[in-house]
C-alpha cells in the first residue's frame, strides 16, 4: 500500500478537498500509474459543480498520463517505466455494444461504478480500517498515483509531453475523434465548430487532419478565437446572444450552411443554434454534456425534409489502444499541435481556482502536473 495526495470530492457542489488517502497495490491485471499531468476537463467541473450526480467520496479525474510504476501478476502488456496515456472508457466486452465492435457504446463499463471491474475499490481514508474512496472513471487521475484496469493504461511513443499524453486521454480523443470517427468528415467538406474549449479545439484540429476546406471557429470569448486560427481555423466568428445574426454570418461564410457543424460546449441554445445553421443535407454532431435533464428542440419538417442529421458522439468513438497511439503519432509528426491547447500548468492546491477560471470560459487547457 502506498499513501498519496487526491482531490477528494465528498459533497457535490463544493470544493474537492486535497487529502492524503490509501492506495492499494495492483492485483491481478491492474497496474499503479505515476500521474504525471491529469487536465481539468470541464467533465471534472459537471461532476465537482452537482451537474452529474455521483456517488461519493470520489477522486475525481479523468484526463490522465503518467508512467507504469508497478505492475501486477498476469500484465502482459505494460513494464514498468512504460509512459501511457489514460482511457476513461474500459469496455465490459461481452454487452451488445462491446460485441458488435462499438466500444465507446458500452452499456455495461465498469468505468462507470467508479470501481475496478470486479467491485473493488483501490483508494481509502488513512488507516487500517480507512473507509472506501471511488475512482471517477475507474482511474481517480487528480491524484499523485492511481491503480487501474490493465487496459484503462494505454502505452504511447516516447516524445510525448505528458500534458499532451493527458489531454490525448480526453479532450483530444473525443474532438478529434467525432470528426475523423463519428462524423467521418471527408476532404473538402465545411465545418463550424461552436464552443472552444479543449474539446472544441480538439474538433477544429480534426477537421484540419481531415482536410476541410473550410473550418469555422465559434465562441463568446474573443481570446480563444485567435487559438482556434492558430490550430488551424480558417475563419472565427464571435458568438453573441443573437442566435439569429450568429447563423447568418455562418451561413455566409460556408456557402450557406456547414456540412458538418461540431456543437462542443453543452448548452440547449448552441445545441439548437448548431441544427438550425443546418443547410440541406447538413449534419450536427452533438460533443458537448449538458446536465442530465436538459432538452432541446427542433423543427421534424426541415430535419426530415432537408435530410439532416443529428449525431452525438461519446469519446470520439475512442478505441483507446489503436486510437491514443495514432494521436501520439500525429502529434509527434506535427499535425496535431495539442500543446497549444495548455495554458497553464498548475500544483493541485490550484484545482479550485482552475475550476473557477473554467467556469467562467477563461484560458485554454490547464494542467495539473505532479513532480
Ligand atoms: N462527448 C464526450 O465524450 C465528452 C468528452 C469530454 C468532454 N465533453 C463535454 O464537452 C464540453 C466541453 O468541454 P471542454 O472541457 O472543452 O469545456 P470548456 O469549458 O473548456 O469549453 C467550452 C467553451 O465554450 C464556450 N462557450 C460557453 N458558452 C458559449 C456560448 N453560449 N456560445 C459560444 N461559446 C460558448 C466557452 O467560452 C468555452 O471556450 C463539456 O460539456 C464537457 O463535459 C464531452
Ligand atoms: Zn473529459
Ligand atoms: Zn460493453
Known sequence: MSSIRAAVLRTAGAPAEIERLDLAEPREGEVRVRILASGVCHSDLHVRDGNWPRPLPIVIGHEGAGVVE????????LSVGQPVALSWLVPCGTCRSCRAGRVWACVDSPSFRHRMPDGATVLADPG????????????????????????????????????????????????????????????????????????????????????????????????????????????????????????????????????????????VETVELAIESLPLGGTAVLVGLTPFEARASFGVYPLVDGSRRILGSNYGFAEAATDFPRYAALHLAGRLPADRLIDRRIGLDDLEGAFDRLRDGQGLRQVVVFD
Not at 484503462?152 to 470517427?181: H, Q, R, S
Not at 476532404?187 to 473550410?214: D, H, N, P, W, Y
Open 70 to 77: 508497478a505492475v501486477g501478476p498476469g500484465v502482459r502488456s
Open 128 to 267: 487500517p480500517d480507512g473507509a472506501p474512496v471511488l475512482s471517477y472513471c475507474g482511474i481517480a487521475t487528480m491524484a499523485e498515483a492511481t491503480v487501474i484496469p490493465e487496459a484503462a493504461a494505454v502505452a504511447l511513443p516516447d516524445g510525448v509531453d505528458p500534458g499532451v499524453a493527458a489531454l490525448i486521454g480526453c479532450c483530444v480523443a473525443t474532438g478529434v475523434g467525432a470528426v475523423l470517427k463519428t462524423a467521418g468528415v471527408p476532404g473538402g467538406a465545411s465545418v463550424a465548430v461552436i464552443g472552444l474549449g479543449g474539446v472544441g479545439l480538439s474538433c477544429v484540429m480534426g477537421a484540419v487532419i481531415a482536410g476541410a476546406s473550410r473550418i469555422v471557429a465559434l465562441d463568446r470569448v474573443a481570446s480563444k478565437l485567435d487559438t482556434a486560427r492558430t490550430v488551424g481555423a480558417t475563419d472565427a466568428l464571435l458568438a453573441t446572444d443573437d442566435r439569429a445574426a450568429t447563423i447568418d454570418a455562418l451561413r455566409d461564410l460556408t456557402d450557406g450552411g456547414p456540412d458538418f457543424v461540431f456543437e462542443a460546449i453543452g448548452r
